[in-house]
Protein backbone atom coordinates (compact mmCIF):
# COMPACT_ATOMS: atom_id res chain seq x y z
CA UNK A 1 0.00 0.00 0.00
CA UNK A 2 1.37 3.08 -0.88
CA UNK A 3 1.99 6.08 1.62
CA UNK A 4 -1.01 8.12 0.05
CA UNK A 5 -3.24 5.24 0.93
CA UNK A 6 -2.26 5.27 4.44
CA UNK A 7 -1.45 7.69 7.13
CA UNK A 8 1.01 7.28 9.94
CA UNK A 9 1.01 9.86 12.56
CA UNK A 10 4.37 11.28 14.31
CA UNK A 11 2.26 11.84 17.11
CA UNK A 12 3.38 9.41 19.49
CA UNK A 13 7.25 10.85 19.42
CA UNK A 14 5.59 13.77 21.02
CA UNK A 15 4.18 11.70 23.67
CA UNK A 16 6.96 9.70 24.94
CA UNK A 17 8.83 13.64 25.70
CA UNK A 18 6.06 13.20 29.05
CA UNK A 19 8.16 10.17 30.59
CA UNK A 20 11.53 10.18 31.07
CA UNK A 21 13.71 8.21 28.65
CA UNK A 22 16.95 7.25 26.57
CA UNK A 23 17.72 8.18 23.28
CA UNK A 24 20.04 5.82 21.52
CA UNK A 25 22.17 7.10 18.18
CA UNK A 26 21.97 3.89 15.92
CA UNK A 27 25.36 3.79 14.45
CA UNK A 28 24.68 0.17 12.53
CA UNK A 29 25.75 -1.99 15.28
CA UNK A 30 24.03 -5.45 15.56
CA UNK A 31 23.51 -4.98 19.14
CA UNK A 32 21.55 -1.10 19.01
CA UNK A 33 18.31 -2.73 19.59
CA UNK A 34 19.77 -4.84 22.33
CA UNK A 35 20.57 -1.18 24.40
CA UNK A 36 17.19 -0.28 23.79
CA UNK A 37 15.75 -3.28 25.21
CA UNK A 38 17.72 -3.17 28.19
CA UNK A 39 17.13 -0.12 28.99
CA UNK A 40 13.61 -0.95 28.86
CA UNK A 41 14.41 -4.23 31.14
CA UNK A 42 15.36 -1.06 33.83
CA UNK A 43 11.37 0.16 33.10
CA UNK A 44 12.82 3.70 31.50
CA UNK A 45 11.84 4.16 27.95
CA UNK A 46 14.45 4.24 25.38
CA UNK A 47 14.15 5.13 21.39
CA UNK A 48 16.72 3.92 18.75
CA UNK A 49 17.22 7.10 16.36
CA UNK A 50 19.76 7.60 13.45
CA UNK A 51 22.84 8.47 14.44
CA UNK A 52 21.94 11.52 11.99
CA UNK A 53 19.39 12.98 14.11
CA UNK A 54 20.17 17.14 15.08
CA UNK A 55 20.43 18.04 18.28
CA UNK A 56 17.46 20.06 17.91
CA UNK A 57 15.58 17.03 17.06
CA UNK A 58 16.88 14.80 19.96
CA UNK A 59 16.34 17.50 22.32
CA UNK A 60 13.03 17.49 21.00
CA UNK A 61 12.41 14.26 22.70
CA UNK A 62 13.67 15.54 26.15
CA UNK A 63 15.88 12.38 26.71
CA UNK A 64 17.91 12.25 30.25
CA UNK A 65 20.36 10.91 28.51
CA UNK A 66 22.28 9.74 24.84
CA UNK A 67 23.57 6.44 24.17
CA UNK A 68 25.65 6.20 21.40
CA UNK A 69 25.28 2.63 19.78
CA UNK A 70 28.39 0.62 18.59
CA UNK A 71 28.97 0.20 14.70
CA UNK A 72 30.66 -1.41 12.11
CA UNK A 73 32.82 1.46 10.96
CA UNK A 74 36.41 3.30 11.86
CA UNK A 75 36.05 6.77 12.67
CA UNK A 76 39.08 7.64 10.53
CA UNK A 77 36.58 6.01 7.23
CA UNK A 78 35.36 8.26 4.74
CA UNK A 79 32.24 9.30 5.04
CA UNK A 80 32.36 8.02 8.90
CA UNK A 81 28.91 8.05 10.34
CA UNK A 82 29.00 10.69 12.65
CA UNK A 83 26.49 12.68 15.28
CA UNK A 84 25.89 16.47 15.25
CA UNK A 85 28.46 18.14 17.60
CA UNK A 86 25.51 20.09 19.42
CA UNK A 87 24.70 16.87 20.74
CA UNK A 88 27.89 17.56 23.02
CA UNK A 89 26.13 20.85 24.46
CA UNK A 90 22.94 19.06 25.33
CA UNK A 91 23.71 19.14 28.83
CA UNK A 92 23.12 15.47 29.33
CA UNK A 93 24.99 12.43 30.09
CA UNK A 94 26.46 10.90 27.31
CA UNK A 95 27.73 6.93 27.16
CA UNK A 96 29.52 5.76 24.19
CA UNK A 97 29.64 2.45 23.61
CA UNK A 98 32.37 0.78 21.11
CA UNK A 99 32.13 2.75 17.90
CA UNK A 100 30.46 5.52 20.08
CA UNK A 101 33.29 5.70 22.80
CA UNK A 102 35.60 6.40 19.88
CA UNK A 103 33.28 8.85 18.30
CA UNK A 104 33.08 10.62 21.65
CA UNK A 105 36.93 10.77 22.18
CA UNK A 106 37.20 11.90 18.28
CA UNK A 107 34.70 14.35 18.56
CA UNK A 108 35.88 15.62 21.58
CA UNK A 109 39.34 15.94 21.06
CA UNK A 110 41.04 12.69 21.96
CA UNK A 111 43.03 10.09 19.33
CA UNK A 112 41.19 7.39 18.13
CA UNK A 113 43.85 4.45 16.13
CA UNK A 114 43.73 1.35 14.80
CA UNK A 115 44.78 -0.61 17.23
CA UNK A 116 47.99 -2.47 17.82
CA UNK A 117 46.17 -6.17 18.86
CA UNK A 118 42.53 -6.35 18.05
CA UNK A 119 40.18 -7.73 20.60
CA UNK A 120 37.39 -9.81 20.06
CA UNK A 121 35.56 -11.98 22.08
CA UNK A 122 35.91 -12.14 26.01
CA UNK A 123 38.50 -9.47 28.17
CA UNK A 124 38.92 -8.97 31.21
CA UNK A 125 38.38 -5.31 32.57
CA UNK A 126 40.13 -3.96 35.34
CA UNK A 127 38.32 -0.96 37.12
CA UNK A 128 40.73 1.66 37.51
CA UNK A 129 38.13 3.75 39.32
CA UNK A 130 34.69 2.59 40.02
CA UNK A 131 33.42 6.04 39.99
CA UNK A 132 28.89 6.15 38.90
CA UNK A 133 29.07 4.53 36.00
CA UNK A 134 30.91 1.24 37.62
CA UNK A 135 29.80 1.92 41.09
CA UNK A 136 28.72 -1.56 42.98
CA UNK A 137 30.92 -3.60 40.08
CA UNK A 138 33.43 -5.78 40.97
CA UNK A 139 36.68 -5.05 40.38
CA UNK A 140 37.53 -6.94 37.36
CA UNK A 141 34.72 -7.26 35.32
CA UNK A 142 34.86 -9.98 31.99
CA UNK A 143 33.84 -7.83 29.04
CA UNK A 144 32.65 -8.48 25.75
CA UNK A 145 34.70 -6.71 23.53
CA UNK A 146 34.69 -6.21 19.11
CA UNK A 147 37.14 -3.60 17.72
CA UNK A 148 39.50 -2.40 15.66
CA UNK A 149 40.56 0.77 16.61
CA UNK A 150 41.25 2.11 20.46
CA UNK A 151 41.20 5.36 21.97
CA UNK A 152 45.14 6.27 22.31
CA UNK A 153 44.67 9.57 23.67
CA UNK A 154 42.16 11.29 25.96
CA UNK A 155 40.09 14.16 24.82
CA UNK A 156 40.29 16.80 27.70
CA UNK A 157 38.39 16.09 30.48
CA UNK A 158 38.70 12.98 30.57
CA UNK A 159 40.49 9.99 32.69
CA UNK A 160 40.90 6.13 32.35
CA UNK A 161 38.24 4.60 34.18
CA UNK A 162 38.88 0.75 32.98
CA UNK A 163 41.76 -1.22 30.91
CA UNK A 164 42.34 -4.86 29.43
CA UNK A 165 45.42 -6.32 28.73
CA UNK A 166 45.14 -5.50 25.13
CA UNK A 167 43.47 -2.37 25.47
CA UNK A 168 44.67 0.52 28.12
CA UNK A 169 41.81 3.01 27.18
CA UNK A 170 39.39 0.22 27.78
CA UNK A 171 36.80 3.08 29.72
CA UNK A 172 36.90 6.41 29.89
CA UNK A 173 35.00 8.97 32.01
CA UNK A 174 34.41 13.00 32.18
CA UNK A 175 31.73 12.60 35.62
CA UNK A 176 31.91 16.61 35.56
CA UNK A 177 30.19 16.58 32.07
CA UNK A 178 28.45 13.03 32.79
CA UNK A 179 30.04 11.58 29.79
CA UNK A 180 31.31 8.08 29.59
CA UNK A 181 32.57 5.28 27.22
CA UNK A 182 33.30 2.09 27.15
CA UNK A 183 35.12 -0.04 24.78
CA UNK A 184 33.10 -3.02 25.48
CA UNK A 185 29.67 -4.21 25.14
CA UNK A 186 27.77 -3.89 28.26
CA UNK A 187 24.23 -4.64 26.49
CA UNK A 188 25.12 -8.36 25.47
CA UNK A 189 25.20 -10.59 28.39
CA UNK A 190 28.70 -11.81 27.95
CA UNK A 191 29.18 -9.01 29.42
CA UNK A 192 29.14 -10.06 33.23
CA UNK A 193 27.38 -7.02 35.26
CA UNK A 194 26.41 -5.12 32.20
CA UNK A 195 22.85 -4.32 33.02
CA UNK A 196 24.18 -3.01 36.16
CA UNK A 197 26.93 -0.75 34.38
CA UNK A 198 23.31 0.05 32.12
CA UNK A 199 21.31 0.58 35.42
CA UNK A 200 24.38 2.93 36.78
CA UNK A 201 24.21 4.96 33.80
CA UNK A 202 20.64 5.18 33.31
CA UNK A 203 19.38 5.07 37.02
CA UNK A 204 21.84 6.85 38.90
CA UNK A 205 23.61 9.13 36.07
CA UNK A 206 20.56 10.30 34.04
CA UNK A 207 18.21 9.89 37.06
CA UNK A 208 15.40 8.81 35.05
CA UNK A 209 12.33 7.31 36.81
CA UNK A 210 11.34 3.59 35.78
CA UNK A 211 8.28 4.90 34.60
CA UNK A 212 7.77 2.40 31.52
CA UNK A 213 5.77 -0.41 32.47
CA UNK A 214 3.00 -2.29 30.83
CA UNK A 215 0.06 -1.89 32.88
CA UNK A 216 1.08 2.28 32.18
CA UNK A 217 1.52 1.21 28.55
CA UNK A 218 -1.80 -0.19 27.86
CA UNK A 219 -3.45 1.97 29.90
CA UNK A 220 -2.27 5.10 27.35
CA UNK A 221 -2.22 2.93 24.44
CA UNK A 222 -6.35 2.04 24.95
CA UNK A 223 -6.63 5.87 25.74
CA UNK A 224 -4.81 7.00 22.78
CA UNK A 225 -6.67 4.64 20.52
CA UNK A 226 -10.22 5.93 21.94
CA UNK A 227 -8.89 9.45 21.12
CA UNK A 228 -8.08 8.72 17.54
CA UNK A 229 -10.88 6.37 16.77
CA UNK A 230 -13.97 7.93 18.10
CA UNK A 231 -17.08 6.41 17.02
CA UNK A 232 -15.25 5.32 13.97
CA UNK A 233 -15.06 1.43 12.33
CA UNK A 234 -11.30 -0.56 12.75
CA UNK A 235 -10.72 -3.54 10.88
CA UNK A 236 -8.16 -6.10 12.19
CA UNK A 237 -7.15 -9.28 10.50
CA UNK A 238 -6.12 -11.72 13.03
CA UNK A 239 -3.60 -14.16 12.10
CA UNK A 240 -3.44 -15.82 14.82
CA UNK A 241 -0.50 -15.06 15.99
CA UNK A 242 0.46 -13.17 19.47
CA UNK A 243 0.92 -9.47 17.83
CA UNK A 244 -2.33 -9.47 15.79
CA UNK A 245 -4.19 -11.91 19.11
CA UNK A 246 -3.17 -8.99 21.84
CA UNK A 247 -4.19 -6.40 19.58
CA UNK A 248 -7.52 -7.51 19.30
CA UNK A 249 -7.60 -7.48 22.99
CA UNK A 250 -6.25 -4.34 23.55
CA UNK A 251 -8.25 -2.48 20.91
CA UNK A 252 -11.72 -4.55 22.02
CA UNK A 253 -11.00 -3.04 25.31
CA UNK A 254 -10.66 0.28 23.55
CA UNK A 255 -13.25 0.62 21.37
CA UNK A 256 -15.69 -2.85 21.73
CA UNK A 257 -17.65 -3.40 18.64
CA UNK A 258 -16.47 -0.94 16.27
CA UNK A 259 -13.23 -3.47 16.08
CA UNK A 260 -13.96 -5.92 13.28
CA UNK A 261 -12.33 -8.98 13.81
CA UNK A 262 -10.89 -11.06 10.74
CA UNK A 263 -9.93 -14.11 10.29
CA UNK A 264 -8.88 -15.34 6.68
CA UNK A 265 -8.52 -19.43 6.82
CA UNK A 266 -6.01 -20.34 3.65
CA UNK A 267 -6.21 -23.80 4.74
CA UNK A 268 -2.49 -23.80 5.54
CA UNK A 269 -3.12 -23.52 9.51
CA UNK A 270 -2.06 -26.62 11.92
CA UNK A 271 -4.87 -29.22 13.04
CA UNK A 272 -7.73 -27.48 14.73
CA UNK A 273 -6.01 -24.13 15.13
CA UNK A 274 -8.57 -21.90 13.23
CA UNK A 275 -11.20 -23.66 14.91
CA UNK A 276 -9.50 -23.10 18.12
CA UNK A 277 -8.71 -19.38 17.77
CA UNK A 278 -11.77 -18.31 16.78
CA UNK A 279 -13.77 -20.56 19.54
CA UNK A 280 -11.31 -18.75 22.36
CA UNK A 281 -12.38 -15.12 20.48
CA UNK A 282 -15.70 -16.02 20.68
CA UNK A 283 -16.55 -18.23 23.72
CA UNK A 284 -14.07 -16.92 26.41
CA UNK A 285 -13.69 -13.42 25.27
CA UNK A 286 -16.88 -12.31 23.79
CA UNK A 287 -14.81 -11.00 20.55
CA UNK A 288 -16.65 -11.53 17.41
CA UNK A 289 -14.00 -13.00 14.85
CA UNK A 290 -15.89 -13.31 10.86
CA UNK A 291 -14.31 -16.19 10.00
CA UNK A 292 -13.70 -16.52 6.35
CA UNK A 293 -13.53 -20.03 4.51
CA UNK A 294 -11.17 -19.52 1.48
CA UNK A 295 -9.13 -22.73 2.04
CA UNK A 296 -10.61 -24.12 -1.50
CA UNK A 297 -9.55 -20.67 -3.66
CA UNK A 298 -5.99 -20.72 -1.77
CA UNK A 299 -5.51 -24.51 -2.75
CA UNK A 300 -6.53 -24.02 -6.44
CA UNK A 301 -3.75 -21.16 -7.00
CA UNK A 302 -1.39 -23.18 -5.62
CA UNK A 303 -2.23 -25.75 -8.12
CA UNK A 304 1.28 -27.14 -10.08
CA UNK A 305 3.45 -24.64 -7.86
CA UNK A 306 6.75 -25.87 -6.84
CA UNK A 307 8.68 -22.93 -6.24
CA UNK A 308 9.03 -21.44 -2.19
CA UNK A 309 8.60 -17.46 -3.73
CA UNK A 310 6.15 -18.33 -6.21
CA UNK A 311 3.74 -19.77 -3.55
CA UNK A 312 4.32 -16.96 -1.33
CA UNK A 313 3.90 -14.61 -4.40
CA UNK A 314 0.18 -16.60 -4.97
CA UNK A 315 -0.73 -17.04 -1.36
CA UNK A 316 0.12 -12.98 -0.98
CA UNK A 317 -2.17 -11.76 -3.85
CA UNK A 318 -5.09 -14.32 -3.05
CA UNK A 319 -4.86 -13.02 0.61
CA UNK A 320 -5.58 -9.41 -1.06
CA UNK A 321 -8.32 -10.04 -2.94
CA UNK A 322 -9.96 -12.31 0.26
CA UNK A 323 -9.31 -9.94 2.19
CA UNK A 324 -10.46 -6.62 -0.29
CA UNK A 325 -13.86 -8.75 -1.28
CA UNK A 326 -14.16 -9.10 2.99
CA UNK A 327 -13.31 -6.01 4.17
CA UNK A 328 -16.35 -4.50 1.32
CA UNK A 329 -18.69 -6.77 2.31
CA UNK A 330 -18.29 -5.87 6.07
CA UNK A 331 -16.92 -2.06 5.79
CA UNK A 332 -16.55 0.75 5.51
CA UNK A 333 -13.97 0.56 7.90
CA UNK A 334 -11.84 3.91 8.62
CA UNK A 335 -8.89 2.19 10.26
CA UNK A 336 -6.33 -1.08 9.85
CA UNK A 337 -5.43 -2.16 13.08
CA UNK A 338 -1.71 -4.45 11.78
CA UNK A 339 0.59 -5.88 14.99
CA UNK A 340 3.53 -3.86 13.55
CA UNK A 341 6.37 -4.23 16.16
CA UNK A 342 8.93 -1.95 16.47
CA UNK A 343 12.01 -3.65 14.95
CA UNK A 344 9.71 -4.12 11.75
CA UNK A 345 9.67 -0.43 11.66
CA UNK A 346 13.29 -0.10 12.42
CA UNK A 347 14.10 -2.53 9.88
CA UNK A 348 11.86 -1.07 7.09
CA UNK A 349 12.58 2.54 7.26
CA UNK A 350 16.08 2.19 8.17
CA UNK A 351 16.35 6.37 9.16
CA UNK A 352 13.13 6.41 9.94
CA UNK A 353 12.71 9.97 11.07
CA UNK A 354 12.98 12.90 8.56
CA UNK A 355 15.32 14.80 9.68
CA UNK A 356 14.46 17.76 8.10
CA UNK A 357 10.30 17.48 9.69
CA UNK A 358 11.53 15.51 12.23
CA UNK A 359 8.12 13.12 10.84
CA UNK A 360 8.73 9.47 11.20
CA UNK A 361 9.07 8.24 7.32
CA UNK A 362 6.39 6.35 5.72
CA UNK A 363 7.13 2.97 6.70
CA UNK A 364 6.73 0.03 4.77
CA UNK A 365 3.51 -2.31 5.63
CA UNK A 366 3.92 -5.19 7.13
CA UNK A 367 4.21 -7.95 4.29
CA UNK A 368 2.79 -10.65 6.39
CA UNK A 369 -0.54 -8.60 6.38
CA UNK A 370 -0.24 -8.86 2.87
CA UNK A 371 -2.35 -5.18 2.39
CA UNK A 372 0.33 -4.27 -0.33
CA UNK A 373 -1.68 -3.05 -3.65
CA UNK A 374 -5.19 -2.36 -2.13
CA UNK A 375 -7.38 -0.38 -4.45
CA UNK A 376 -7.70 3.55 -4.52
CA UNK A 377 -11.10 2.88 -3.15
CA UNK A 378 -10.33 0.83 0.01
CA UNK A 379 -8.05 3.69 1.72
CA UNK A 380 -7.81 3.21 5.51
CA UNK A 381 -5.75 4.56 8.32
CA UNK A 382 -3.47 2.87 10.43
CA UNK A 383 -3.67 2.03 14.18
CA UNK A 384 -0.50 0.39 15.13
CA UNK A 385 -0.20 0.92 18.86
CA UNK A 386 2.70 -1.97 19.30
CA UNK A 387 4.83 -0.31 16.64
CA UNK A 388 6.91 0.98 19.70
CA UNK A 389 7.03 -2.29 21.58
CA UNK A 390 9.44 -5.15 21.02
CA UNK A 391 8.26 -8.94 20.76
CA UNK A 392 8.70 -9.54 24.53
CA UNK A 393 7.23 -6.62 25.48
CA UNK A 394 3.89 -7.28 23.37
CA UNK A 395 4.05 -10.80 25.28
CA UNK A 396 3.90 -8.72 28.52
CA UNK A 397 1.33 -6.78 27.40
CA UNK A 398 -0.70 -10.07 26.05
CA UNK A 399 0.04 -11.06 29.98
CA UNK A 400 -1.65 -7.81 31.27
CA UNK A 401 -4.87 -7.75 29.11
CA UNK A 402 -5.21 -11.61 29.99
CA UNK A 403 -4.49 -13.15 26.74
CA UNK A 404 -4.66 -16.67 26.90
CA UNK A 405 -1.27 -18.64 27.53
CA UNK A 406 -1.99 -20.68 24.02
CA UNK A 407 -1.80 -17.77 21.92
CA UNK A 408 0.64 -15.83 24.35
CA UNK A 409 3.79 -18.63 24.33
CA UNK A 410 2.94 -19.35 20.82
CA UNK A 411 5.92 -20.26 18.27
CA UNK A 412 5.74 -18.05 15.86
CA UNK A 413 4.48 -19.24 12.89
CA UNK A 414 4.89 -18.21 8.64
CA UNK A 415 2.15 -16.08 7.23
CA UNK A 416 2.36 -18.94 4.35
CA UNK A 417 1.86 -21.31 7.07
CA UNK A 418 2.04 -24.78 6.35
CA UNK A 419 2.36 -24.11 2.87
CA UNK A 420 5.79 -23.75 2.84
CA UNK A 421 6.66 -26.74 4.83
CA UNK A 422 4.53 -29.12 2.24
CA UNK A 423 7.29 -28.80 -0.09
CA UNK A 424 6.82 -29.05 -3.76
CA UNK A 425 2.64 -28.79 -4.62
CA UNK A 426 0.78 -28.27 -2.47
CA UNK A 427 -2.23 -30.75 -2.56
CA UNK A 428 -5.27 -31.10 0.47
CA UNK A 429 -3.72 -34.69 0.70
CA UNK A 430 -0.12 -33.55 1.51
CA UNK A 431 -1.48 -30.91 3.96
CA UNK A 432 -3.14 -33.40 5.58
CA UNK A 433 -0.36 -35.75 6.10
CA UNK A 434 1.84 -33.04 7.58
CA UNK A 435 -0.99 -31.73 9.77
CA UNK A 436 -0.91 -34.94 11.83
CA UNK A 437 2.94 -35.06 11.93
CA UNK A 438 3.32 -31.87 12.63
CA UNK A 439 0.34 -32.62 15.75
CA UNK A 440 2.67 -35.29 17.44
CA UNK A 441 5.36 -33.44 16.93
CA UNK A 442 3.51 -30.78 18.97
CA UNK A 443 1.81 -33.30 21.38
CA UNK A 444 5.54 -34.40 22.18
CA UNK A 445 7.10 -31.43 22.97
CA UNK A 446 4.53 -30.41 25.14
CA UNK A 447 4.30 -33.60 26.91
CA UNK A 448 8.19 -33.67 27.58
CA UNK A 449 7.40 -30.02 28.91
CA UNK A 450 10.00 -28.83 26.23
CA UNK A 451 7.67 -26.60 24.66
CA UNK A 452 8.84 -23.18 25.73
CA UNK A 453 12.66 -24.15 25.61
CA UNK A 454 12.47 -23.89 21.85
CA UNK A 455 12.10 -21.36 19.45
CA UNK A 456 10.30 -23.34 16.93
CA UNK A 457 9.45 -27.03 16.08
CA UNK A 458 7.75 -27.88 13.22
CA UNK A 459 7.55 -31.01 10.62
CA UNK A 460 8.57 -30.66 7.08
CA UNK A 461 7.06 -33.05 4.41
CA UNK A 462 9.64 -33.84 1.85
CA UNK A 463 8.85 -33.75 -1.86
CA UNK A 464 10.87 -37.48 -2.60
CA UNK A 465 9.78 -40.64 -1.08
CA UNK A 466 11.92 -43.57 0.09
CA UNK A 467 12.07 -47.26 0.88
CA UNK A 468 10.64 -48.97 3.54
CA UNK A 469 9.79 -52.38 4.97
CA UNK A 470 6.55 -52.61 7.21
CA UNK A 471 5.12 -56.54 8.35
CA UNK A 472 7.25 -57.81 5.52
CA UNK A 473 5.59 -55.27 2.91
CA UNK A 474 8.17 -52.83 1.41
CA UNK A 475 6.92 -49.53 1.29
CA UNK A 476 7.68 -46.37 -0.71
CA UNK A 477 6.56 -43.99 1.20
CA UNK A 478 7.37 -40.35 2.46
CA UNK A 479 9.75 -38.60 4.96
CA UNK A 480 8.68 -35.96 7.16
CA UNK A 481 11.84 -34.17 8.73
CA UNK A 482 11.44 -32.73 12.29
CA UNK A 483 12.82 -29.15 12.65
CA UNK A 484 13.41 -27.73 16.49
CA UNK A 485 15.25 -24.56 16.74
CA UNK A 486 16.53 -22.60 19.67
CA UNK A 487 17.04 -19.00 19.10
CA UNK A 488 16.95 -15.73 20.37
CA UNK A 489 15.21 -13.17 17.69
CA UNK A 490 15.09 -15.94 14.41
CA UNK A 491 17.54 -14.30 12.99
CA UNK A 492 20.29 -16.59 13.98
CA UNK A 493 19.24 -19.93 14.90
CA UNK A 494 20.81 -23.37 16.43
CA UNK A 495 19.39 -26.72 15.76
CA UNK A 496 17.56 -27.94 19.14
CA UNK A 497 19.59 -30.54 21.20
CA UNK A 498 15.86 -32.62 21.71
CA UNK A 499 16.62 -35.97 23.59
CA UNK A 500 16.83 -39.41 22.09
CA UNK A 501 14.10 -40.73 23.58
CA UNK A 502 11.76 -38.10 22.56
CA UNK A 503 13.16 -38.07 18.80
CA UNK A 504 12.14 -41.77 19.02
CA UNK A 505 8.87 -41.22 20.50
CA UNK A 506 8.08 -38.66 17.69
CA UNK A 507 9.43 -40.82 14.92
CA UNK A 508 7.44 -43.99 16.31
CA UNK A 509 4.45 -42.25 16.13
CA UNK A 510 4.72 -40.38 13.21
CA UNK A 511 5.41 -43.52 10.88
CA UNK A 512 2.54 -46.04 13.04
CA UNK A 513 0.23 -42.80 13.25
CA UNK A 514 0.05 -41.26 9.76
CA UNK A 515 -0.45 -42.62 6.96
CA UNK A 516 1.82 -42.63 4.03
CA UNK A 517 4.90 -41.86 6.32
CA UNK A 518 7.23 -44.48 6.29
CA UNK A 519 10.52 -42.52 7.52
CA UNK A 520 11.41 -39.57 10.01
CA UNK A 521 14.93 -37.63 9.76
CA UNK A 522 15.78 -34.96 12.10
CA UNK A 523 17.20 -31.61 11.39
CA UNK A 524 20.83 -30.88 12.63
CA UNK A 525 21.48 -27.62 10.31
CA UNK A 526 22.12 -24.38 12.14
CA UNK A 527 21.09 -20.85 10.79
CA UNK A 528 22.85 -19.89 9.11
CA UNK A 529 24.22 -21.72 6.96
CA UNK A 530 20.38 -23.02 6.67
CA UNK A 531 17.30 -21.34 7.42
CA UNK A 532 14.89 -22.03 9.77
CA UNK A 533 12.08 -22.91 7.18
CA UNK A 534 13.10 -25.03 4.41
CA UNK A 535 11.46 -23.36 1.86
P1 LIG B 1 13.88 -18.37 8.10
O1 LIG B 1 13.29 -19.56 7.46
O2 LIG B 1 14.12 -17.25 7.13
O3 LIG B 1 12.77 -17.84 9.10
O4 LIG B 1 15.09 -18.67 8.93
C1 LIG B 1 12.95 -16.86 10.09
C2 LIG B 1 11.63 -16.68 10.80
O5 LIG B 1 10.66 -16.14 9.89
C3 LIG B 1 9.57 -17.03 9.72
N1 LIG B 1 9.20 -17.00 8.30
C4 LIG B 1 8.14 -16.36 7.80
N2 LIG B 1 7.19 -15.62 8.41
N3 LIG B 1 6.14 -15.25 6.31
C5 LIG B 1 6.17 -15.08 7.66
O6 LIG B 1 5.28 -14.44 8.21
C6 LIG B 1 7.06 -15.96 5.62
O7 LIG B 1 7.00 -16.09 4.41
C7 LIG B 1 8.13 -16.54 6.43
N4 LIG B 1 9.21 -17.30 6.11
C8 LIG B 1 9.85 -17.56 7.28
C9 LIG B 1 10.08 -18.38 10.19
O8 LIG B 1 9.02 -19.23 10.63
C10 LIG B 1 11.04 -17.99 11.29
O9 LIG B 1 10.36 -17.73 12.50
Known amino acids: ?????????????????????????????????????????????????????????????KPKGVILSGGPNSVYDVGAPECDLAIWKLGIPILGVCYGMQLMAHQLGGMVESAAIREYGRAQLTVVHHGQLFNGLEPTIESWMSHGDSVTELPPGF??????????????????????????????????GGLDIIRNFVLNICKCSQSWTMDKFIEEAISNVQARVGTRRVLLALSGGVDSSTLAFLLHKAVGDQLT??????????????????????????????FVKARD???????????????????????????????RR????????????????????????????????????????????????????????????????????????????????????????LAIRVLGEVT?????????????IREEIKAHKLYRQVWQIFGVLLPTKSVGVMGDQRTYQNQVV?????????????????????LDTISRRI?????????????????PPATIEWE
Open 330 to 417: LGPFDFLAQGTLYPDVIESAGTNIDPKTGERVAVKIKSHHNVGGLPEDLQFKLVEPFDKLFKDEVRKVAAGLGVPEGIRVRHPFPGPG
Open 511 to 527: VNEVPGVNRVVYDITSK
Open 297 to 327: RFLEKLKGVTDPEEKRKKIGAEFIRVFEEES
Open 428 to 440: KERLKTLREADWI
Open 482 to 502: IRAVTSEDGMTADWARLPYDL
Open 1 to 61: MSSTQTARTPEKLKDNALQDSIAILDFGSQYSQLIARRVRELNTYSELLPFHTSATEVSRL
Open 261 to 290: CMFIDQGFMRKNEPEWLVETFERDFRIHVH
Open 159 to 192: SIIGRTMATPVAAIADEERGFYGVQFHPEVVHTV
